[in-house]
């Protein structure tokens, strides 16, 4: 993995270099910026895969069908995507 960002002296914030990034009227560009875009991108698909799943499992529930596979299958990925979040919220990315 490359690494764009570098820590301060401080141990706590960390800088990317100027080279890595492009000043553009609207702000800034570059890999990093896409990165850190796709990191963002990731979390909210993933959030709202949450609730994709969250709805399906109510209706299959009113449907009393709690033992299909289907149903496992969802739960089995609602714990993954709720796991994965939980990693981004242990890191601050929230």
Same mark, same amino acid.
């Not at 993954?80 to 990315?93: A, H, K, M, N, V």
């Given at each position: 993995?490359?690494?764009?960002?570098?820590? #301060?002296? *401080?141990?706590?914030?960390?800088?990317?270099?100027? *080279?890595?990034?492009?000043?553009?009227?609207?702000?800034?560009?570059?890999?990093?910026?896409?990165?850190?875009?796709?990191? &963002?991108?990731? %979390? %909210?698909? #993933? #959030?709202? *895969?949450? &609730?994709?799943? !969250?709805? &399906?499992?109510?209706?299959?529930? @009113? &449907?009393?069908?709690?033992?299909?596979?289907?149903?496992? @299958?969802?739960?089995? %990925?609602?714990?993954?995507?709720?796991?994965?979040?939980?990693?981004? %919220? !242990?890191?601050? #990315? @929230?």
């Amino acid at each position: 993995m490359i690494r764009y960002t570098r820590p #301060l002296e *401080d141990g706590n914030n960390y800088f990317i270099p100027e *080279d890595r990034i492009v000043r553009i009227p609207a702000g800034y560009t570059g890999e990093p910026i896409n990165r850190l875009a796709a990191y &963002e991108n990731l %979390q %909210q698909d #993933l #959030l709202n *895969d949450l &609730e994709k799943i !969250s709805q &399906e499992m109510a209706g299959l529930r @009113e &449907e009393g069908k709690i033992k299909s596979v289907h149903f496992k @299958e969802l739960m089995s %990925q609602k714990m993954i995507d709720t796991r994965i979040i939980s990693l981004f %919220q !242990s890191y601050g #990315l @929230e």
